[in-house]
């Protein structure tokens, strides 16, 4: 069974500066996807980025990027130039090919400081 | 497009009644999912579906039926409920990442 540990349950940083959430997991998978999570107090789930291990290449979205090592099953969110509105829950979560079932850390609380 | 809904958003029940949780998708996609969050942790499954008429388990079905009688309709049933279901509960639909609900939250007391 695969097992996705966040060992960071708190997190903060100053506003404009930039944080690293951890990330490991266990599969004997070859092929999967990884996602990070961001779920505010609203509760509603929203994809930060995704990452098929099919792929070298780290992903990056505007001020998110990961720092992908299959070897290692290590999968790090960095958020750059951190905002108020970062400040939230974030999920690591594991997704195999078939049937696409998620599996999720824990998760960070990331609270960004004024 | 509503993506995906829920309903209803918050419910409190005593022990041992039934409720029925609704999602809905107008995404048309196959595989949906039920899903609970309890604090200090991640979202786990319960239930899954790959299309219409077809149900698995997930990692936490006991106490929890489900039923997908129409592609675009998830069902989850409590038959019998226990202050240990108190959760928020979350559906979600896939293609190629998943897509959530807003989350039911549930009390039972």
């Known amino acids: 069974a695969q097992t996705v540990t966040q060992s960071q349950p708190e997190m903060s940083v100053q506003e404009a500066e930039t944080v690293t959430l951890s990330c490991t997991y266990d599969?004997?998978?070859?092929?999967?996807?990884l996602f990070w999570y961001k779920q505010p107090p609203s509760r509603q789930m929203i994809l930060v980025i995704r990452q098929e291990a099919y792929k070298q290449q780290n992903a990056t979205e505007n001020r998110f990027s990961v720092n992908f090592q299959k070897a290692a099953k290590s999968f790090s969110l960095k958020i750059s130039d951190s905002q108020l509105g970062d400040t939230a829950m974030y999920f690591c979560?594991?997704?195999?090919?078939?049937?696409?079932?998620?599996?999720f850390g824990a998760g960070t609380r990331l609270t960004v400081k004024p | 497009n509503a993506g995906v809904t829920q309903t209803p958003k918050f419910r409190v029940l005593k022990t041992g009644q039934s409720m029925t949780l609704l999602c809905a998708q107008d995404?048309?996609?196959?595989?949906m999912y039920w899903y609970r969050q309890d604090p200090g942790m991640g979202l786990r499954l319960i239930h899954y579906?790959?299309?219409?008429?077809?149900?698995a388990k997930g990692e936490v079905p006991d106490g929890y039926n489900v039923s997908r009688l129409k592609k675009q309709n998830f069902l989850l049933g409590l038959e019998s409920a226990a202050p240990s279901q108190t959760s928020v509960y979350f559906c979600?639909?896939?293609?190629?990442?998943?897509?959530f609900g807003p989350g039911t939250r549930l009390l039972v007391l």
């Open positions: 599969t004997s998978e070859n092929n999967y996807y």
């Open positions: 995404m048309n996609h196959e595989y």
């Open positions: 579906s790959v299309g219409e008429g077809t149900t």
């Open positions: 979600a639909t896939n293609r190629g990442q998943q897509y």
């Open positions: 979560a594991f997704m195999k090919l078939f049937p696409n079932d998620m599996r």
